[in-house]
């Protein structure tokens, strides 16, 4: 791994109460282990609902450390991790309260998805969520269950997933928990029919076998199943692959799978929070490091599972330990008699480091990440990193394209290329391709950058001024910027500056995007040879 120097380090103080945001059974799992770890706990929720979806009662929750807030919506949080300064509201009445972290359990609805499957909800056709609710009564639709089938004996149950939606962990053990339930009921069977199974979730692989065990049948049909409903009948029909024949089922009662549904109240939460979301709404961001508990700001969680939020409360005592907490002071600096307060920075940063101070911007030492897109985008050039500045990275970029003509006295004919490559990516891929032996061209350097997103104009047009031929920018592929979108913001610079050159008659060709994993050496060098080949072209 690529280290990074790390300059001046301070200690900050870190609040030790933790608030979490929604009272479902999740965020109550993350909050009871967050109490046990010795911070106090306030959660957002109805102390009724908690008592039903955790199975305990409020008083123990609050015997052990946590305080459920009743009736309470969160109106604004501002502030930084560790010191998180949450406004609140009761009764339209407002107090603040500081948070260290911030847990968010979010709350989704769902939406039947029968129609998918040509089926019309009746007492024999019910969602997984009408289901649920009948399994957990000592209701008449219970007992229907329980003596619906032929000559009143238990009735036979189909669960119907994946093939109207992908499936994915959450809705997997829904159905497992549902099935084993029906199997364990005298006289009755439970038959699954799944597009997939996705067990990566924690207890799920062990669920599954426990069902397989009890005698849940599951079936994995290549294509959806062909369902009928009839006044009294229903049939279930797939392919077989291994008879090669119709396989046929006339179960007593059809359950149909559901989709989740993001509620335009968790939309609004993620606002408040500046925490990013899928291309769906979901949280937390569709970003390999996200998972499984991370947000885009430090210091805030997302919990969507048990796995999650035990994931959260370990992090939660990582980060916030005895309530002190060392970090580097100056990642980032403002000059507060260039600011012009245009709140570029704080637009563009990921993080959610900026605010105000003394009437400039100021960058919190906890929060910031050291990315740079801020420094890139500020009109001003108020913004340095301490060790990436405009001045030691401009002394890099001749020190590059000097390297690379150096080099060249035996291969004139090659070009000279400077690639700007992220720390986080493409610099480790380059690193193992030195390693392991790729060729790449004599005349090729490298600028190392904290994140594409600090590769500004000035610096791409800097290198060509320099006497480089050809200019590479190498970030992080989308999804994997630790940054959430270096990338993009890297990718946008390139595409003006391609403009820029076309209409200048050098040809667009000379400078390029590329994305690159740091495990990806052999890539890495086959793409830098390719462009030089362009370039000699």
Sequence with gaps: MITENCSNMVDISISKDVLVIGAGSFGLQAAGQIAAQGYKVS?????????????????????????????????????????????????????????????????????????????????????????????????????????????????????????????????????????????NMKGCKAYIYAGNVKVGANGLERLFTQGRHAGVVCFKPSETPKVQQGTDLLKITIKDPVVRSDVELTPDFIVVEEGLVVDKQNLDLCAKLRVDTDLDGFLPSNNVHRFPAKSNRDGIFVVNSSLDATNAALRVKELIGDGTKKVVADRAKVDENLCVICLTCYRSCPHGAIFWQNGAAAISPAACQ????????????????????????????????????????????????????????????????????????????????????????????????????????????????????????????????????????????????????????????????????????
């Excluded at 004599?442 to 904290?450: A, L, R, S, T, Y």
């Excluded at 920018?473 to 003006?496: L, Q, S």
């Excluded at 820029?500 to 793409?527: D, Q, V, Y």
């Design 370 to 537: 050291g990315c740079g897109i801020c420094a890139s985008e500020c009109p001003m050039d108020a913004i340095q990193l301490g060790e990436f500045t405009d001045e030691s990275l401009r002394a890099n970029i001749k020190d590059a394209v000097v390297s690379a003509q150096a080099t060249q006295k035996d291969a004139k004919s090659e070009p000279t290329i400077v690639a700007f490559c992220c720390k986080n990516s493409a610099l480790e891929a380059f690193e193992s391709a030195k390693l392991f032996g790729h060729e790449m061209p004599v005349g090729f350097k490298i600028v190392k950058v904290p994140c594409a997103g600090k590769v500004d104009v000035e610096f791409i047009m800097k290198a060509f001024v320099d006497g480089a031929d050809g200019v590479m920018v190498a970030a992080c592929h989308e999804g994997n910027c630790k940054a959430e979108r270096g990338n993009t913001y890297a990718k946008w610079r390139v595409n003006e500056i391609q403009k820029r050159l076309e209409l200048m008659g050098f040809g667009k060709n000379k400078l390029t995007f590329t994305t690159i994993a740091s495990n990806m050496a052999k890539e890495f060098a086959c793409k830098v040879n390719d462009f030089a080949k362009s370039l000699e072209g």
């Design 43 to 183: 959660v957002i929720g109805a102390k009724t609902a908690c008592a039903r979806q955790s199975g305990c009662t409020s008083e123990m929750l609050e015997k052990g450390g946590v305080n459920i807030m009743q009736d309470v919506s969160i109106e604004a949080l501002a502030g930084v991790v560790g010191d998180f300064r949450a406004t609140l509201t009761k009764n339209n009445e407002k107090v603040e309260s500081i948070f260290g972290a911030v847990v968010v359990a979010p709350q989704y609805s769902y939406s039947p998805l029968n129609a998918k499957y040509g089926l019309t909800l009746n007492d024999k056709v019910m969602t997984l969520s009408q289901f649920e609710a009948i399994i957990s009564s000592d209701s008449e639709k219970m007992k229907a269950i329980q003596n619906g089938g032929e000559g009143g004996a238990g009735a036979n149950v189909a669960f119907l997933m994946g093939f109207a939606q992908e499936g994915e962990p959450l809705l997997t053990g829904r159905v497992l928990k549902g099935a084993l339930a029906v199997q």
